[in-house]
């Protein structure tokens, strides 16, 4: 069964943010492409180019397609993500093609805070989906923002605890860089932080 139209499209903008060929030293992913990292190519055996090796090579001829298709079949189906109320398929995805199954301990962390039985064990279980379900029946308009916080709170901790990406996090100008952008683009504007508040957050790294 094929992913539905609503579910392509998210996979389709996790794409276009993802961008073209990268290989940045200071990115634990390594040489990436539309935000498929050389890492999953080896995990799923994607030998592109026939040489019998999977290498940098391979990543910069993926195309877009490929990267849906790899996005939609290992970072929504597989981890369960669908089985989520809907309103949080679009930032849990994305989250999930950034930083795997950090995405769903995020999740099952919030669940526990506020009040619901969940392992933050980074898997989508009976007890994940009733949790969210839960919640969501509880929060409607407030638990993607709670979640899209969190995860703005995690590059944050990211970036307090790592000096090399911070880079991801500000901007060389000082400003919110694409992290906290990235994670914003899931929080409703009104939780957005400042300028001011932004600068506030990251004073220590000065």
Request: net charge positive; proline share 3%; charged share 20%.
């Amino acid at each position: 069964m094929g992913a539905s139209r609503e579910v392509n499209a998210i996979a389709q903008a996790i794409v276009q943010r993802e961008g073209g060929y990268v290989n940045d030293p200071d990115d634990p992913g390594g040489a990436t492409n539309h935000g498929v990292t050389i890492h999953t190519m080896r995990r799923l055996g994607l030998d592109l180019t026939g040489d019998g090796r999977i290498n940098t090579a391979d990543v910069r001829v993926l195309s877009q397609s490929q990267a849906v298709d790899i996005f939609l079949s290992h970072y929504f189906d597989a981890p369960k993500i669908g089985q989520l109320p809907q309103a949080l398929h679009a930032s849990v995805f994305d989250m999930y093609v950034n930083a795997g199954s950090n995405a769903v301990k995020i999740l099952q962390r919030l669940l526990v805070k506020m009040g619901y039985e969940c392992a933050a064990d980074g898997a989508i279980g009976p007890l994940t989906i009733a949790a969210a379900m839960q919640a969501f029946d509880a929060a409607p308009r407030h638990l993607v923002d709670a979640y899209g916080i969190e995860r703005r709170n995690y590059y944050f901790r990211l970036a307090d605890k790592r000096v090399a990406s911070r880079k991801y996090a500000r901007t060389r100008a000082g400003g919110k860089g694409g992290w906290i952008t990235r994670a914003e683009e899931f929080i409703s504007p009104k939780y957005h932080l400042s300028a001011e508040q932004f600068q506030q957050r990251i004073a220590k790294w000065a």
